[in-house]
């Protein structure tokens, strides 16, 4: 049997929740930026049932998702929002076999944010914690980070974080692009231990992140919301040769197509070798899943 995008079952380690009670949280004037910024057709923003977005994984090959309690800005702010773990935990426990939990970060919580995120993983069995530096405007490499990079280590669980620019997601509140691929190098040094995986491409510093994930053993890349068709050819090759073990599949759904996004992966030609741990075995390395 053939390694390509329909043979391999995928594991798609960046994805949004967007049931009704998902959406209920997050600020109308967002759909500017998913329909008419991003291009997503009106039907799927306004909402996927988990049987609908099953149906879309089953479809394009993908065996499980990581679904993001993500938060968004402090609370209190314009256009901040988050979702409650509550809300991908009861995903994860209906479908254990489908669906994984990522706890998201708000770093001015504090030492209450970092035992919530510790009752994420102890109770609610959430494999990771995921970061929007931008949202916050607060980069990688702030000390308020360091108390969560430490229970991650204590913990054993990676943490995801947007690299590269933020676009404009509602317009009564642009934030700065703060998390530019090489911040993640002073946080690599200091905690050698922690799993960072640096999410979208890194775009427009993909190389930057591509030197980060060369240069440090646990520093890893998310290929997630940039089309793979647009792939700068440089991160084309790092997959296909000496990156081979650095990279993980992600689509930030619904910003991207779960079928679509497999179809493009497809079109580079990858090795093998190098396309089975782009869409699988790093992954389940990196987060120690099993199966």
């Given at each position: ?21 998902a959406l209920?949280v ?9 329909v ?61 076999d489908r ?27 959430f ?23 430490v229970?991650?280590i ?43 995986i ?28 940039h ?32 079928d679509?996004t497999?179809r ?9 070798g190098?396309l ?8 389940m390395?990196?987060?120690?899943l099993s199966?």
């Amino acid at each position: 049997m053939s390694d390509s995008p329909r043979d391999v079952l995928a594991i798609d380690a960046v994805v949004n929740i967007w049931t009704d009670e998902a959406l209920a949280v997050r600020p109308s004037a967002l759909k500017g930026f998913y329909v008419d910024k991003i291009g997503r057709e009106e039907q799927t923003y306004q909402g996927i049932p988990l049987e609908q977005m099953l149906q879309r994984m089953d479809a394009a090959g993908i065996e499980r998702a990581f679904l993001i309690a993500v938060k968004c800005g402090r609370e209190g702010l314009r256009s901040h929002f988050r979702v409650p773990y509550e809300v991908v935990y009861k995903a994860c426990q209906q479908y254990p076999d489908r669906f994984h939990g990522l706890a998201g970060i708000d770093p001015f919580e504090g030492m209450a944010g970092v035992r919530e995120l510790e009752r994420a993983v102890t109770e609610y069995g959430f494999i990771g914690a995921h970061y929007y530096p931008h949202w916050f405007e607060i980069p990688p490499d702030h000390r308020k980070m360091y108390p969560y990079y430490v229970k991650c280590i204590e913990l054993g669980i990676p943490i995801q974080m947007q690299v590269g620019q933020s676009l404009i997601y509602t317009p009564d509140n642009p934030m700065r692009s703060v998390g530019q691929p090489i911040l993640l190098d002073t946080v690599a040094c200091d905690l050698p231990e922690l799993k960072l995986i640096g999410i979208h491409v890194g775009v427009p510093w993909t190389d930057e992140m591509i030197a980060m994930a060369w240069k440090h053993p646990n520093v890893f890349i998310g290929t997630d919301a940039h089309s793979p068709k647009y792939w700068p050819q440089s991160f084309v090759h790092y997959i296909n040769t000496y990156g081979q073990d650095k990279v993980i599949f992600g689509t930030d759904f619904p910003v991207l197509e779960f079928d679509r996004t497999l179809r493009e992966i497809d079109g580079h030609g990858f090795r093998p070798g190098p396309l089975r741990k782009l869409l699988r075995d790093n992954v389940m390395r990196i987060y120690g899943l099993s199966g």
